[in-house]
């Protein structure tokens, strides 16, 4: 199992980013995704997560309103939309897979635990 995040990079405080994360070896449609940051200094927090059929999202308060989780099954590719960036928003991203079995429905996975796969992390930096 592979999954390969990108998009980060050095951006201004109020701009936007897209973060990627590509999954490889796995039945993509079968797992729940989620992100997660790593600031300096911090503790690794999730920042947004979204269930195996896509009718649950999560969101931190800290990017409520400015981030957006979206999955797309034939791609097998998540996607974290990043806008209004600010400072604070400085850290590594990692995308987590969590396998979510059977057909009823299930919540997005918000804790750590519950990921079965990481992806290596992309750094996003926000420059004042």
């Known amino acids: 199992v592979q999954l390969q995040a990108s998009g980060g990079g050095l951006v201004q405080r109020g701009g936007s980013l897209r973060l990627s994360c590509a999954a490889s070896?796995?039945?993509?449609?079968?797992?729940?995704w989620g992100w997660f940051r790593q600031g300096p200094g911090k503790e690794r927090e999730a920042v947004a997560a979204v269930s195996r059929r896509g009718e649950d999202t999560y969101y931190a308060d800290s990017v409520k309103g400015r981030a957006a989780i979206s999955r797309d099954n034939f791609k097998n590719t998540v996607y974290l939309q990043l806008n209004s960036l600010k400072t604070e928003d400085t850290a590594v991203y990692y995308c987590?897979?969590?396998?979510?079995?059977?057909?009823?429905?299930?919540?997005?996975?918000?804790?750590?635990?519950?990921?079965?796969?990481w992806g290596q992390g992309t750094l996003v930096t926000v420059s004042s």
């Open positions: 987590a897979a969590a396998f979510q079995p059977g057909t009823r429905s299930h919540p997005a996975a918000t804790q750590s635990h519950e990921y079965d796969y």
């Open positions: 070896g796995l039945t993509f449609s079968t797992y729940a």
